[in-house]
């Protein structure tokens, strides 16, 4: 018997990014880097703002895409 997978949190963002039409990933990859372009921001609430658009905005936007359809 093979052990099972385990799924981390990360799949689940991995799996998001993959359903991302072009247009969309240009338009968080611009977000992204207005972020990191920002330099005001202290590390941790840079990296903080970048995790929050991979783990709640792109799986919002990937689910309410799939929702219109």
């Known amino acids: 018997m093979e052990p099972k997978e385990e799924k981390f949190p990360n799949d689940n ?3 998001s990014i993959g359903s991302l039409t ?3 990933a240009k ?3 611009n ?3 207005a972020i ?3 330099n005001e921001i202290p590390s941790e609430k840079l990296i903080s703002h970048v995790l929050l ?3 709640k905005r792109i799986p919002k936007v990937v689910k ?5 359809n």
């Open 22 to 24: 072009g247009n969309e």
């Open 36 to 38: 990191l372009k920002d």
């Open 64 to 68: 309410a895409r799939q929702n219109n």
């Open 27 to 29: 338009t968080f990859l």
């Open 13 to 15: 963002s991995m799996e």
């Open 53 to 55: 658009i991979y783990e």
């Open 31 to 33: 977000l992204i880097y």
